[in-house]
């Protein structure tokens, strides 16, 4: 019936040719609409129930099958139920429409009027805010019109699993219009059947209680959609968890949760309220938000006491601190199917936090498998999606393996586009995928690699440079108190000039300790050294200028023909190779025993360059500095010292499926050669007559 109930959509969407005519703005309509058609779907269901019940035990006493309906803990309504009035009847007379329909509200239970917003303090979680919506619609003067409109949607002759259908198609299209759900994916149909698909490869029908949890739940249809898939295919008796931040959005998921056999839907945000902490879970699913930053709650997860996070990813985008959460909820034998985009397989150098994420994933041996959805998979954005598989249970075939699926390619086009869904995966397509990850062996869309593959070392090394001899200067060496030797860092120069030539004119520094200063000038010496010296010294280029450093015994300058520096001694040049002359000002205030001053200093350095390389990873030690320093000895010809090692890991789908282009046979080539040149002849003939 899934596909009969979808006729409605258009029913629903006919409620907002009021709001229209209002004058309410389109982005909007969702927060015009979502209280209504959630009553909808509580009334329908509490019909539906109450029939249900009516055939069972019928209804000859009505104080006994009230009693009987209300233990049964689906909500109750006491219009619906024991005075058997719908929404239809009480919009039948529009005089006694306000009070009756205030009245109706009001005969929810206490939690269906906590989630529907009925008659809520301006302090209290408004969640739906009916009262507060009706109130607006009736200044408007449209409030009897628009729950008139809903009133004609009859959804009793759907089950649960059908309802969500639909309400899944209006949250849609609510994303679609709404300004207020950046980075939030609703989750289509055929990508919940290829989660379900993947998850029912995985688990036995061994009667088994099983646990269902998503941390991201919104209005549910991720969550229960998995749980009805599940049912169909196995007899397992289930339970859902769900969180989720949205008010509105948990509302749905709550009211949801009531019309099934076992489920808990939590309000709060997962990252700083956790509710299931103590829970493990056997299956967990979600489609955390893309791109979305958590600035409005860093001081709470820098401060998180759980050891969920071994690292944090950057500020504007939090998926990765859902993944961890998911992976320490996740039963040791837990299987988890997680909807990311693509900077989580790569963004981040070696030691950020999102590499040291992966690498925690890795390192655990959690990554069962990733595949690349197409584009145009969601209804609300176009870019490539990834399913990432985590299983912490891996069999002794797979350990330490990981499967990259590309099925980019596996969809079909729908004939009409639902936002930006322009492709889905039929059954086809979802059954080749779930086979790919069952057989777990390579061919044209998938391959099997060592997790190892991902892994690489991030080798810092400080380079010397040097000059066109490959010489670079030499530093004295001094003995310490364990007589050890030691290289100095710099030689110290002590100048008595400094010459800059142009070709305009020559500007030369000879005072390099200054302790006097133009009192009509500057205000003090402190701000000479501010205002003059420290930016005459910052901008002294000894390789872009002619700039020479003279001592009572020498000269040194930088010939930058051959990246050396030059010392001169009477008039024998010693070429020291390359080096820095650097230059330095500093201030020295006044002490006991000395006034204050302004310090020019000299000294030769080696050119350092602080440079880093990628190099391929082993995770045996002595393998891996092998393959360091060989790397070394083919790409590196200057001298240069190990700094640190970091461990980077990244997932690269377009490296592992680029399909090089096909290049044309040289015969093939000259022969097209030949016929233009043979075109030009004739046409460089007719030109001539």
């Known amino acids: ?74 909500g109750y309504n006491d219009y619906i139920i024991r005075k058997g009035k719908s929404l239809k009847d009480i919009c039948k007379n529009d005089k006694a429409f306000d009070s009756d329909f205030h009245l ?30 009706s109130g607006q619609l009736k200044k408007k003067r449209i ?44 989750t289509p149909d055929d990508i919940i059947s290829l989660i379900s698909e993947l998850i029912a490869a995985k688990i036995q029908d061994n009667g088994k209680f099983l646990t269902i949890y998503d941390p991201t739940c919104g209005g549910g249809n991720l969550l229960f959609g998995v749980e009805d898939k599940i049912k169909e295919k196995f007899k397992r008796p289930t339970k859902t968890f769900g969180e989720d931040w949205s008010d509105s959005l948990y509302a749905l998921a709550k009211i949801e949760s009531r019309f099934r056999a076992d489920s808990e839907i939590k309000y709060g945000n997962t990252l700083t309220n956790i509710s299931f902490i103590e ?186 440079n040097v000059d066109v001899n490959g010489k670079f200067i030499e530093m004295p060496h001094k003995e310490t108190k364990e007589s050890e030797k030691v290289e100095i860092k710099s030689i110290k120069l002590d100048p008595v000039k400094i010459t800059i030539m142009d070709e305009a004119n020559t500007v030369t520094l000879t005072d390099f300790e200054i302790t006097t200063f133009d009192k009509t000038k500057y205000a003090s010496l402190d701000a000479k050294f501010n205002e003059e010296i420290k930016p005459t010294i910052t901008v002294l280029d000894y390789k872009d200028q002619n700039l020479k450093v003279f001592t009572k015994n020498a000269t040194y300058w930088y010939d930058s023909d051959k990246d050396t ?48 390389e990628i190099i391929t990873y082993s995770p045996i030690e002595t393998k891996n500095q092998k393959s360091i320093a060989e790397f070394m000895t083919k790409h590196i010809s200057k001298p240069y010292e190990y700094i640190d090692n970091v461990i980077g890991v990244e997932i690269n789908f377009n490296k592992v499926f680029y399909i090089p282009e096909k290049l044309r046979e040289i015969a093939e080539i000259n022969s097209d050669l030949e016929l233009l040149e043979s075109e030009l002849k004739k046409l460089e003939k007719d030109l001539a007559i």
């Open 1 to 74: 019936m899934s596909i009969n109930i979808l006729k409605y959509e258009s029913d629903v969407w006919r409620t907002a040719d009021l709001l229209i005519g209002a004058g309410i703005k389109q982005s909007d309509f969702p927060k015009y609409m979502m209280p209504y058609f959630a009553l909808l779907m509580v009334e329908s269901r509490l019909i539906r129930e109450a029939n249900r019940l009516a055939e069972e035990i019928g209804k000859d006493s009505i104080d006994d099958f009230v009693e009987e309906f209300q233990l049964a803990g689906l």
């Open 104 to 133: 109706y509200l009001k005969s929810f239970d206490p939690e269906t009027k906590y989630l529907l917003g009925v008659d809520k303090g301006t302090e209290d979680e408004k969640f739906l805010d009916i009262s507060g919506i």
């Open 143 to 186: 409030l009897f019109e628009t729950v008139q409109a809903w009133s004609e949607i009859d959804l009793t002759p759907f089950n649960n699993s059908e309802i969500t259908t639909l309400e899944e198609h209006i949250k849609r299209k609510w994303a679609d219009i709404s300004a207020e759900t950046a980075g939030e994916q609703y």
């Open 279 to 464: 829970k493990r879970f056997d299956v967990i699913v979600a489609n955390p938000p893309y791109g979305v930053d958590w600035k409005g709650y860093q001081k709470d997860i820098q401060n998180d006491t759980t050891e969920r996070f071994v690292a944090l990813p950057s500020i504007s985008d939090g998926q990765f601190l859902f993944t961890q959460h998911i992976l320490y909820q996740l039963a040791n034998d837990g299987f988890s199917v997680v909807v990311h985009n693509g900077s989580t397989l790569f963004s981040g150098d070696a030691g950020s936090g999102e590499s040291t994420i992966r690498k925690h994933f890795f390192d655990n041996d959690w990554v069962e498998g990733i595949i690349q959805m197409p584009t145009d998979e969601f209804f609300n954005t176009g870019i490539y999606t990834y399913l990432w598989i985590f299983n912490k249970n891996k069999p002794a075939d797979r350990k330490d393996k990981v499967i990259l699926i590309n099925a980019s390619e596996l969809y079909e086009g729908l004939k009409k586009s639902k936002g930006k869904k322009r492709k889905q995966m039929n059954l086809d397509n979802r059954t080749e995928i779930v086979k790919a990850f069952t057989h777990f062996k390579d061919n044209e869309y998938c391959k099997v690699f060592d997790k190892w593959h991902f892994y690489y070392n991030k080798q810092s090394i400080m380079l010397t």
């Open 565 to 612: 520096i030059i010392e001169e001694i009477g008039r024998k040049q010693t070429e020291l190779g390359c080096g820095k002359i650097i230059i330095k000002s500093t201030f020295k205030k006044a002490s006991k025993a000395k006034s204050a001053s302004i310090v020019i200093t000299v000294e030769l350095t080696k050119d350092l360059q602080k440079d880093y």
